[in-house]
């Protein structure tokens, strides 16, 4: 079988591991930058599947493009889409009845700072989520008015700040197989006084099994991809008390980096999605 990896990373871990997997079973794993050209793409026959890890304008245009064509591509660039703008996520996820943080939007991170002094601590986020976006905590003014000298023309979203643990619970999907962590949020202080940040602020997160969470969080979690049409995606929650979780964010085609059995997960999944393709193509496949 043939599977595409749309991607500028194809040595980042879980997918050079199912690359290995899939190329030692006999399989030809192919690479598409996500900046290339999507007319050259669908200019030979398609592969028997894509996955689309990267999120850029370009990698979505690529994806759809495919899709025109009678590709597969996991997760779709329609699902893929609806997790980078943080207010239609927030909307989507809050009327499917999902416990979704209260947010708001505001245009710029100048204007929020304009406002004056906040009722209590807030969490600022970029509108659109992308590498490198906004994410901090602001209990003041001051705070607000340092956020809009850096980012004065960001668009942002702003939820207020959940009092928390410090550490948030990060649920992996991989076609309803659940893998789980604890990080340190990145708007937690650090455990050792004057510590060094991680380089993304939070470090690599600290094994959780699946199974120990509650059944309620694990619903949460599987009923994320429901609402969002996504096959393997990440969803961020907090103990918001009394046991209950509180999404935060939701990531299409996350990272998962660290987690025993993803790599096999996601190859499994490319192989029987392809599986699948051949047999509504009329060729089925080994």
């Not at 990896?5 to 040595?11: K, Y």
């Not at 989507?92 to 929020?112: D, I, K, N, Q, Y």
């Not at 094994?207 to 059944?215: N, S």
Request: hydrophobic share 45%; aromatic share 4%; with cysteine.
């Amino acid at each position: 079988m043939r599977i595409g990896l749309i991607t500028a990373d194809a040595t980042h871990p879980v997918l050079a591991a199912a690359s290995t997997l899939l190329t030692g079973a006999g399989h030809l794993v192919e690479i598409l930058h996500p900046e290339g050209s999507a007319d050259a793409a669908v200019a030979g026959p398609p592969a028997d599947v894509y996955l689309l890890k990267a999120r850029t304008p370009g990698a979505l245009t690529l994806a759809a493009r495919l899709e025109e064509h009678g590709a597969p591509v996991v997760n779709s660039a329609a699902a893929t889409a609806r997790c980078q703008d943080r207010v239609a996520m927030a909307a989507r996820a809050s009327g499917a009845g999902l416990p979704f943080a209260r947010t708001r939007a505001v245009a710029t991170m100048a204007e929020l700072a304009a406002a004056g002094e906040p009722a209590g601590p807030l969490v600022v986020k970029s509108r659109h989520s992308r590498r490198g976006d906004l994410v901090a905590r602001a209990d003041d003014g001051p705070r607000l008015r340092e956020l809009a000298a850096d980012w004065p023309t960001e668009p942002v979203v702003v939820q207020e700040f959940t009092a928390n643990s410090g550490w948030d619970h990060k649920v992996w999907v991989v076609d309803g197989q659940l893998f789980a962590g604890l990080r340190r949020s990145e708007l937690a202080p650090p455990l050792v006084p004057h510590q060094a940040p991680a380089p993304d602020g939070r470090g690599p997160a600290l094994p959780l099994p699946a199974g120990e969470l509650p059944e309620s969080w694990r619903s949460v979690a599987l009923r994320v991809g429901e609402v969002f049409g996504l096959t393997v995606y990440g969803v961020d929650l907090l103990d918001a008390g009394g046991g209950a979780p509180l999404i935060v964010d939701v990531n299409a085609f996350p990272g998962i980096r660290g987690q025993a059995g993803a790599p096999e997960a996601l190859a499994e999944l490319a192989l029987r999605t392809a599986a699948r393709t051949g047999l509504s193509r009329g060729t089925p496949r080994p």
